[in-house]
């Protein structure tokens, strides 16, 4: 099953938006396809009438419903996109663009309050309703978000999180009924590895230290983690680090040799080849390239 990265451009707004059916929404690239991302989604379906079917459960796709998938959740369609979706709009962008603390302070994206959504339901679908009377509304913010990222003004990635930031904001003031049900979703062993990798992914951490910590051996935890999120234990653990050093990056002047220990890499060669790859660039250049570096 292929697992969908976002990527990255230096220099453009890391947030993404299509129009569905008219775009070319990341739903369901291959037809008929099952896939995951590595990045969070919005999926927002003003006029529909279909199937999806997201971690195996299948849902019925009508007007209003606000599909909210996190990442490694597996999604594909049982009715060709235009069929399920007639009208409507899908927003994604990484975990690590929404920060959730001052500059130069980090936490786990799930920790904050506008991702709440995607935290509470982790690897499980979740489904929000849109009350009538507000679509018209909603139609309108990913509207804006789509003009500014096309635009491309001075300013546009500072305007399209602000943008998205509004939609977080919407999402997160749904009935309150919502986190109930959000809650009910979550997956506790996966979390659980989660938690670990957060605690210690600045330190050189393997798969048999989350194993460990477990108490499962290394080839279970494999085998489960894969399974329920298309990635490896190892993989997680790299983009974790990678999302810390583009924060460290871009909100500090921290030398490239201080970023790589901070994020659990011991040789700074090692990470500049591990962050070309991941990239295209290397650490320095990724700085030279993002707007309000110090």
Do not use: C, N
Request: hydrophobic share 45%; net charge positive; charged share 20%.
């Amino acid at each position: 099953m292929p697992v969908i990265g976002f990527g990255r451009v230096p220099g453009l707004a890391p947030v993404a938006v299509a129009r569905v059916p008219q775009g070319t929404p990341i739903l369901d690239p291959v037809a008929g396809g099952a896939h995951a991302h590595d990045f969070l989604v919005l999926f927002y379906a003003h006029r529909a009438d279909g199937r999806l079917v997201i971690d195996s459960r299948r849902w019925t796709v009508t007007d209003g419903d606000l599909f909210v998938i996190a990442p490694g959740q597996v999604v594909s369609l049982l009715d060709p996109i235009e069929t399920t979706v007639t009208d409507g709009w899908v927003v994604w962008f990484p975990t690590d663009v929404v920060r959730p603390g001052r500059s130069g302070a980090y936490s786990s994206w799930r920790s904050h309050p506008l991702l709440l959504p995607f935290a509470h339901g982790i690897h499980r679908a979740q489904r929000l309703r849109i009350p009538p009377s507000d679509r018209a509304g909603w139609v309108e913010r990913f509207a804006a978000l789509d003009t500014e990222l096309r635009a491309r003004r001075d300013g546009h990635q500072e305007a399209a999180l602000a943008h998205l930031t509004l939609l977080l904001v919407a999402a997160a003031r749904l009935p309150t009924g919502v986190a109930d049900q959000l809650r009910s979703a979550e997956e506790p062993m996966l979390a659980a590895v989660f938690d670990v990798i957060e605690r210690r992914y600045q330190e050189p951490i393997s798969l048999a230290d989350v194993a460990v910590e477990m108490a499962l051996t290394a080839g279970h935890l494999t085998t489960v983690v894969r399974r329920k999120t298309g990635r490896t234990v190892q993989q997680w653990i790299a983009q974790r680090r990678m999302q810390q050093a583009r924060l460290l990056l871009t909100d500090t002047d921290l030398t490239v040799a201080t970023i790589s220990r901070r994020t659990g890499y011991l040789d700074v060669s090692y990470f500049i080849k591990r962050f070309r790859a991941e990239h295209g660039v290397t650490p320095t250049q990724w700085r030279d390239a993002t707007p309000g570096t110090p």
